[in-house]
């Protein structure tokens, strides 16, 4: 079946790793990298193209700088709702300097919302504390899914015996803020698209449909390299068991140089309003003469399309669709 329904494109100017999830009270919920890196947003609408005009919620402020933990380059928050209760994985710094390993130094981190409604109140949100992984490293865009009464954390992160920026891993949780098992290493940078400028998979995303698992990531720079992978595996399989996925070899999604529409990634999925067609949701950026590093370019904005699926059951994201202007 082809893709039918379309959205304005871009739907939400310099919004970088966008995530939209459709709750049961018929919201849509939008959570998303601001460009100063300084707090967490949310907006909501009850359609997809409202979110472009929903009024944004502060609901998190990043610690005073200096502070230490916390306190610089808030990244990348995703918003869920596991056990009836809301949560936004991040990632945030003590400082913006580089660590020995000449990357950030971000760690994982968790709040959590007990109330109905997650745009109440800033102080309805409580921070739950940092996200501890074996290795005390580089870590980011933490996704959460779960899967006969499990609940999977997948996850990047640097390990410095391993070529490259970040590799993705998977592990179950206890709680929502805690992981249960030992963390399980799915992919590492390796092909060519994935180690432009810079060896990265990063932005992990999970789609459960046809009957398998398709975990989406990007790969590169951020710049128009930047590139979106797979990992399939079937529902049945161990998903902690790395033998469990395949990856591909081959980016699923790429820039659309004709139309200017370069290095879209950080994606996530949610569904059409009518619930009969899965959408992905990504940034892009509309020009390549970036100016100093990339990610201090507030340009990345956050797009969304509608996708089908091929006769063995594999998502056919195409190409970024046009700009369109309201």
């Known amino acids: 079946m082809q893709p039918s329904i379309s959205y304005p494109n871009p739907l939400i100017i310099q919004r970088a790793d966008p995530y939209i999830y459709k709750h049961t009270d018929g919201y849509y919920y939008f959570s998303a990298s601001v460009p100063s890196y300084n707090r967490i947003e ?5 359609t997809i193209a409202g979110l472009a005009h929903a009024l944004p919620r502060t609901i998190w402020r990043k610690h005073a700088s200096g502070s230490g933990e916390q306190s610089e380059l808030i990244w990348a928050p ?3 709702f596991i056990n009836d209760k809301w949560y936004i994985y991040y990632a945030a710094a003590s400082t913006t300097d580089f660590d020995q ?3 950030f130094q971000h760690r994982m981190y968790v709040i959590e919302c007990d109330k109905p409604d997650p745009m109440r109140n800033e102080d309805d949100w409580v921070e739950k504390g940092r996200i501890k992984t074996p ?3 580089f870590s980011l865009d933490a996704t959460t899914f779960e899967h006969d009464d499990k609940l999977y954390y ?3 992160q640097k390990d410095p015996d391993i070529f490259g920026n970040t590799n993705l891993y998977i592990s179950e949780m206890e709680n929502p803020w805690t992981l249960k098992t030992n963390p399980v290493l799915l992919s590492k940078p390796e092909y060519s698209w994935e ?3 810079f060896a990265v998979n990063e932005g992990p995303a999970v789609l459960h449909r046809n009957g398998k698992f398709f975990l989406t990531y990007s790969g590169s720079a951020t710049d128009e390299n930047y590139c979106i992978g797979m990992l399939v595996s079937d529902e049945n399989a161990d998903l902690l068991d790395e033998k469990s996925w395949h990856k591909l070899d081959h ?5 659309n140089t004709k139309d200017n529409l370069l290095g879209p990634g950080h994606n996530s999925f949610t569904v059409s309003e009518d619930g009969t067609e899965d959408l992905l949701v990504y940034h892009i950026r509309n020009y390549s003469d970036i100016k100093g590093d990339p990610l201090y370019d507030p340009n990345r904005h956050t797009m969304v399309q509608s996708f089908s699926y ?3 059951g594999y998502p056919q994201f195409g190409q970024p669709e046009h700009f369109t202007v309201n």
Do not use: C, Y
């Not at 949310?42 to 009850?46: A, H, T, V």
């Not at 980016?251 to 820039?255: A, K, N, Q, Y």
């Open 310 to 312: 091929d006769d063995n």
């Open 195 to 197: 180690t432009q400028i």
């Open 251 to 255: 980016p699923v999604f790429t820039s």
């Open 101 to 103: 390993n000449g990357m």
């Open 78 to 80: 995703e918003i869920h």
């Open 135 to 137: 290795m005390d490293s």
């Open 154 to 156: 997948v996850w990047a």
């Open 42 to 46: 949310l907006r909501r609408s009850k």
